[in-house]
């Protein structure tokens, strides 16, 4: 009896070290496969994230098919096993075009999809809001790459004994380039903010057919519409701005530090008079006095256009201030706008109309300068900042995840 027992003893021990040897075999094999596939994730997530970051040229015109080749070459630069000794290159199955393992194309937050979409043409960022962008599949906005093992399959370390000799292995990512968000040091160039209600319209759209005012002296009823910023993110932000530290700021080379969307920033609706007059002069020896002075601006939200002393960053907008009235009383408007070059689709403005009141109504008519939220004809008033925002492609700025208020971001994003 006991010689039987020892012999089924020894069948048992066979068939457990059998047992063992294959979930071995499967966890050293299993862990390789993560290994390797975890790098074929790093090549395409670095070749979508480099393409995207160059998806449109320079100044946002256009979109760049060179992206697809920047893509293919950051991705094939990585290697996988490469503590083996024996580097294994990465596979792009690409060989030009929009096709293959790289493709420009349209991602859909609304969907979590990605189209493919040869398209050079940008879409207008304007009189559109951010959901119907997201829904636009001629919105090039975002670059898949896909990393392969298919011609040189990852070879199987135990699992041979199993009839596994080798696994074929792929791998994607998709990298999003959006809205200016989170703003990189010197992205804006002033420090004042804009409230992000008096550049959307009732549908949400932004729009650059409506211009609007910023009065400094918190004056709700003539439609403020921004204020003063120091920029300052830190826990002080409740406190407001520094009236030296906005004086300071003024054309100077913007935010010093990052700006951090979502994040509440230091503002102040109010009157700073040292920086309004530092502004005037900046705005005189930049212009003239006789054209736009176009500028980057950061957006904040702001209670029914009322700037508080901390406001939440959205994103930046690029406009074109086209006048300031001074801090003085000008009853006889003797001050009012004489001429002023075309702006977006507003062709230029030079009348000869003598009268200041009927001078300043027709600029106003002209460059459709309207209150908040009435809509009615922007009044002349002291110590105020007339702007529109613009209507053609900018320097993109920023890190993507800003709303559309028509600036490119220079950052991508993985969104898959």
């Known amino acids: 009896m006991r010689n039987d027992e020892r012999g089924v003893t020894a069948i048992v021990v066979a068939l457990v070290m059998f047992v063992l040897l294959g979930f071995a075999a499967l966890a050293i094999d299993i862990g390789h496969l993560l290994v390797v596939r975890n790098e074929l994730q790093n090549a395409a997530d670095a070749g979508a994230l480099a393409s995207a970051r160059f998806l449109y040229n320079d100044d946002g015109t256009a979109v760049n098919t060179g992206a697809n080749q920047i893509a293919y070459d950051a991705a094939t630069a990585n290697h996988t096993e490469t503590g083996s000794g024996s580097e294994v290159a990465v596979e792009v199955d690409w060989t030009g075009g929009n096709a293959g393992d790289v493709q420009r194309g349209h991602w859909s937050f609304a969907t979590r999809t990605f189209t493919p979409n040869a398209s050079t043409a940008p879409v207008d960022l304007w009189n559109v809001s951010t959901e119907a962008l997201d829904l636009n599949l001629n919105f090039i906005n975002a670059v898949r790459v896909v990393t392969r093992r298919a011609g040189t399959p990852v070879v199987s370390f135990f699992a041979t004994i199993f009839g596994h000799q080798d696994f074929q292995l792929s ?186 009141q009927t001078r300043w109504n027709s600029f106003a008519a002209h460059f459709n300068l309207q209150n908040v939220p009435d809509g009615a004809p922007a009044p002349y008033v002291k110590k105020s900042i007339y702007f529109l925002p613009d209507c053609t492609p900018h320097e993109p700025a920023g890190g993507s995840g800003g709303d559309n208020f028509g600036v490119l971001a220079r950052i991508p994003v993985l969104v898959e």
């Open 171 to 356: 791998t994607d990512a998709v990298a999003y380039i959006g809205f200016a968000g989170t703003l990189l040091p010197h992205d804006v160039d002033q420090p004042i903010a804009i409230c992000e209600d008096s550049i959307l319209n009732d549908g949400g759209e932004y729009t650059c057919t409506v211009g609007r005012m910023i009065n400094s002296g918190q004056n709700t009823a003539s439609s403020e519409t921004g204020g003063w910023t120091s920029f300052s993110q830190d826990d002080a932000c409740t406190g407001g701005t520094n009236a030296q530290e906005v004086k300071d700021l003024v054309c100077g080379d913007g935010n010093p530090e990052p700006i951090m969307l979502g994040g509440d920033m230091a503002t102040n609706g109010g009157d700073i008079q040292s920086a309004f007059n530092q502004l005037i002069q900046c705005w005189a020896d930049a212009t003239g006095k006789t054209q736009p002075w176009n500028v980057t601006l950061p957006v904040i939200t702001c209670q029914g256009n009322n700037v508080g002393t901390c406001e939440a960053v959205q994103g930046a907008v690029n406009l074109n201030i086209i006048w300031i009235t001074e801090a003085g009383e000008d009853p006889s408007y003797s001050n009012a706008p004489t001429q002023m070059a075309g702006v977006g689709q507003f062709v230029e403005w030079s009348p000869s109309i003598p009268d200041g």
